[in-house]
């Protein structure tokens, strides 16, 4: 979806989040070895004021980290501690240039819709929060600067693999131009997302191997239990979709990055980056260059003018359309369907009196595969208005659930699927017009 900055901020900066970093660990914990042979690098006593020292730490971390990535540096990357309340005011400053209230309250309806969000949820303030609660520190891609989070300006264990995470980020910047390998506003978030996760599996992954080399066991079970103990309040209350979205590019990018023999393969990658989340969950798949269908439903929004008005058009994903399934029907049964994924696009539409509507068209790998969503999205549908649907319509190849303000269609066509949220059977009819082939016989 186009509500990019709960997957990257949107503002040009690449984060280093609190609860990936924790399943990272917890990993590495298991297989670190027990001798506790390691030698980790010495963190300053808290009450060192040398700055200079500080600096010639950090610099040689950048340097262990630029051997590690294989990418040595072009230019000098300029890094900074900063505290946590400072941490809060450019995250408001930066909210306040670039979330437009207006955008954000049609992401919000969209996953409203989606039943990914509540009523009544504010988006844009669970994601600040969110931020400010996760954030360990950040990359920024326009100025080039390195920011690591910390109140007391020292580098404890924590600080140093942010650093190491971070200053990874620089490097792809220096030689793959990350505004430019994610440029704003693509139309395809999914695509969005597994660019992102490219990048942060990549960084991720340098990030674990400097935890292998330069921790020892006890540094680590240290640092896991440091993490335990981290505020998590605002993560475990957010939203399914926004905690997933967030881990995604940590953990499925991680795993995503390993697959790659070599740092030169790893590095084509930025010119030849992964098209979807579906190449991200299933690796084989961007080594076999299973491509994305392209969907236009332009056509359709065209011929919907001028009762309805477009607000939104964007692709949900393989990932994202697994996370709206769970939402009602059981998460091995939610995989399986959304596993045949080849392509989608959603429009979100409203008329002059506010009402709302959703067309969200798929492809599939396979007519089977469409069975197989077809099949696991009337589970869904039956779930989800166990006491709200009035009416139901059953045919071979179409259903639609009818209750209060709210009609729910459902159509197949071959390896095609359509899904229409929409306020009465009246506007289905509508959109069914324009595309008879997912039209009840």
Known sequence: MSHRENRHSGWGVWARFVVPLLVVIAVLAIGCSGDD????????????????????????????????????????????????????????DLAEEELSPEEMQTEQEVLVLLDLLEEGQDLRSILLDLYAEQIMGFYDDETGELFVVSDKTEL??????????????????QYFDLPVFLPEDSGDSDSDLARISLAEGDATAVEASYILKSFGMSEVQELLEMMEGTEMEKFESAPRVLQE???????????????????????????????????????????????????DLLPLSEALKPDWAEYDRDVLGELTTRIYLET???????????GGWDGDQYIYLKDAEDRKLLVMSFVWDSVKDADEFFNAYIDFAEEKGKRRWTRRVEGESARSWEGEGLTLYLGQSDDRTLIIISPDTEVVREVLSELPEFAAP
């Open 156 to 173: 404890g264990p924590m600080e140093e693999i942010t650093f190491v995470h971070e200053y990874t980020h620089a490097l792809q910047d």
């Open 245 to 295: 979205t967030l881990i995604f590019p940590y953990e499925a990018g991680f795993e995503f990055a390993m697959s790659f023999e070599s740092h030169d393969d790893l590095n084509e990658a930025y010119t030849d980056p992964p098209q979807s989340t579906e190449q991200i969950l299933h690796p084989d798949r961007y080594w076999d260059r299973d491509e994305p269908q392209v969907m």
């Open 328 to 338: 009602f029907i059981d998460e091995g049964a939610a995989a399986k369907a959304a």
């Open 37 to 92: 042979s390691s030698e980790p690098t010495t963190s300053p006593d808290p009450s060192h004021e040398d700055q200079s020292a500080l600096k010639e730490q950090l610099d040689e971390i950048a340097s262990k980290v630029a051997k590690l990535r294989g990418l040595n540096p072009k230019t000098e990357v300029k890094y900074e501690f900063i505290t946590s309340d400072d941490l809060q005011t450019r995250l408001l």
